[in-house]
């Protein structure tokens, strides 16, 4: 840090990604919850020659073709949509237009919302997950900040009916509820529709999970017409131009196709569950997971530190959280299915072998 550093950032701790290697031969990276799927062929197709030689204008400030197609396939109106670098801009700017009372969210939960706490100078209060993961609304009644809650949750992959959240919603209207709809389309139930019922909802997602674009940098939120005018007024007041012409093309594109999005999205559905069974009949402990991922911890006494480890040593990255309450986890992204049976072979093995 240099005596040139804001002094308000000195306890910053940065968000740290999953391993991103460069040589990916041989490698199954099962570390980062992208798609194991190329992105629609038509999303791909939209990125031609003549887009490429546009880049010398500045892209669409208001991004208004994808925002047409967003909100036309979530059946809201057009100033009820909101388009960012990643969703984690969406999240960034909640976290500073909402939050004067404060944020709150679970303990468990993903790792980027203290680190944009700590950035804007947040105030936050952290609320313990339940003995089994579970989030219980219940925890959060008569809580004054503004909530932040991934649906389904990472790294745990439980999700809550919508109704469960549309009480939290419905009981202050004086309270924001930010839902974080990252990894909802594997089978979750969406709140886009408590939106056109109240304006203290917003919900923010993601196209780079199941729509298999998260090197495109795209997200959203979907809210009620004056938080998302809340939403431009920050984007306006830092990168107007934050989505590139490239993504937009692209986003528009594959929000078009739903057909490529729906197969993909059961291809991976089908190779979690039965990744699923498949461990659990290893004895793992395997949580209820609505998302493209699992979160597993092996057999004791061996741990999750040693399973990350052997499942490296051999080829296969996962993510393994090395906090309390996480430690004996793994958290693994749903490939393809032959990747997924790579990863049982390769945990057959693991659980022959030595403990140590
Ligand atoms: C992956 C993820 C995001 C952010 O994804 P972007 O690539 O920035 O769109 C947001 N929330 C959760 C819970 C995630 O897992």
């Known amino acids: 840090m240099t005596r040139f550093f804001s002094a308000s950032l000195s306890g910053l701790e940065p968000y740290t990604p999953g391993e991103q290697p460069r040589g990916l031969a041989d490698l199954i990276k099962l570390n980062t919850n992208e798609s194991p799927f190329p992105p629609s062929p038509r999303a791909v197709e939209a990125i031609g020659a003549q887009q490429v030689r546009d880049l010398r204008l500045y892209s669409d400030p208001a991004c208004t073709d994808f925002l047409a197609a967003l909100a ?21 700017f909640a976290f500073r237009a909402f939050c004067d009372a404060g944020a709150a969210f679970p303990d468990v939960t993903y790792g980027f919302y203290p680190v944009f706490a700590q950035l804007f100078g947040v105030k936050t209060r952290v609320v313990p997950l339940r003995d089994d993961w579970s989030l219980a609304p219940e925890d959060y009644k008569g809580l004054k900040e503004t909530l932040f809650l991934a ?28 839902v974080d709809e990252a990894y909802v389309d594997f089978g979750a139930e969406s709140c886009v529709p408590l939106t056109q019922r109240y304006d203290n909802v917003l919900v923010v997602g993601t196209f780079s999970k199941s729509r298999s674009l998260a090197g495109a940098r ?139």
């Open 218 to 356: 795209l997200g959203y939120a979907v809210g009620a017409p004056s938080l998302i005018a809340d939403l431009n007024a920050v984007k306006f007041s830092f990168n107007p131009y934050n989505v590139n012409r490239l993504t937009l093309a692209a986003g528009a594109a594959s929000v078009r196709d739903a057909e490529h999005f729906k197969t993909c999205c059961a291809k991976i559905v089908g190779a979690r569950e039965e990744t699923k069974t498949s461990l659990r009949a290893l004895g793992f402990t395997v949580t209820e997971s609505r998302a493209n991922f699992l979160f597993a911890a092996p057999p004791a006494p061996r741990t999750g530190a040693e399973y990350f480890a052997f499942l490296r040593e051999n080829g296969i990255l996962v993510r393994h959280f090395a906090a309390p309450r996480t430690e004996n986890y793994v958290r693994i992204t749903v490939g393809t299915g032959v990747q997924m049976h790579r990863l049982v072979a390769v945990t057959k093995e693991f659980l022959k072998g030595e403990t140590r």
């Open 151 to 178: 649906n389904p949750n990472a790294p745990t992959g439980l999700a809550l009916p919508r109704a469960r959240i549309e009480k939290l919603v419905a009981a202050d209207p004086g309270r924001l509820v930010v």
């Open 72 to 92: 036309e396939a979530f059946g809201v109106p057009k100033n009820c949509v909101f388009a960012s670098n990643g969703s984690d801009e969406a999240l960034a």
